[in-house]
């Protein structure tokens, strides 16, 4: 079965760091990662995903993330945070079976201090 | 496109009535999911739809909660009785076919159940 691990379930920053969450899939077949924001007492939305096509993906928001088979992560950056991305941030994982189920990670809240 | 639209978007109400979450996906979208969020659970799949067809129910809690798709445009999620541990928020997504896997979440029903 598939599954996805967030390392850490918050990570503080400050304005102008470097941004790295963590995210390691687990999945017997080629998956389709995904990276989702959540804003407080909003929906989640779509930053990035990866569909077999560019191993590096590049999202909204500055953020980018690299899929590397070798290590089974998926992990998110922004070379220089802002204010603004404190939210919380999920890693979900599906297979190309067309049943479009996603299996979300626990999450990690982002913090961003002055 | 207006997104997925939830109502209401926020609901309080007494244990043991009968709470009606409702759900417009976005239009051609042929895929619909209905999660909870919890500080304890995280985000969890209760049942998702495919052409207006369950597919999984697997996570719905209990008998307590039904869900239903009368057309491609509109969806329920029911809780009858409600209980105090049924307070969360609760979130629609759709998904197409013709996509790769992302789904678009609406902002969220925040219930809570006295």
């Known amino acids: 079965a598939q599954s996805v691990t967030q390392l850490g379930s918050h990570v503080s920053v400050s304005e102008g760091a470097l941004v790295l969450l963590r995210c390691n899939y687990s999945?017997?077949?080629?998956?389709?990662l995904f990276w989702y924001v959540q804003y407080p007492n909003q929906g989640l939305q779509l930053l990035l995903k990866?569909?077999?096509?560019?191993?590096l993906v590049k999202g909204i928001n500055g953020f980018e993330a690299e899929f590397k088979k070798s290590e089974t992560s998926f992990h998110l950056t922004k070379p220089s945070a802002h204010m603004s991305d404190a939210a919380e941030y999920f890693c979900?994982?599906?297979?190309?079976?067309?049943?479009?189920?996603?299996?979300f990670g626990t999450g990690t809240r982002l913090l961003v201090s002055p | 496109d207006a997104g997925v639209i939830q109502s209401p978007r926020h609901e309080v109400t007494e244990m043991g009535q009968e709470v009606t979450l409702r759900c417009k996906p976005i239009?051609?979208?042929?895929?619909l999911f209905w999660y909870r969020q919890t500080m304890m659970r995280g985000l969890e799949l209760l049942i998702y739809?495919?052409?207006?067809?369950?597919?999984?129910d697997s996570g719905m809690p209990e008998d307590r909660f039904s869900a239903k798709m009368p057309n491609a445009s509109f969806s329920t999620l029911k809780i009858q009785p409600s209980e105090p541990r049924d307070s969360a928020v609760y979130f629609c997504?759709?998904?197409?076919?013709?996509?790769?896997?992302?789904?678009?979440f609406g902002p969220g029903t925040r219930l809570t159940v006295l």
């Open positions: 997504a759709s998904s197409s076919t013709q996509g790769t896997d992302t789904q678009y």
């Open positions: 999945s017997s077949v080629p998956p389709y």
């Open positions: 990866y569909t077999s096509a560019a191993t």
């Open positions: 979900a994982v599906s297979v190309n079976t067309g049943f479009q189920k996603l299996v």
């Open positions: 239009s051609g979208h042929d895929y």
């Open positions: 739809f495919n052409n207006n067809v369950p597919i999984d």
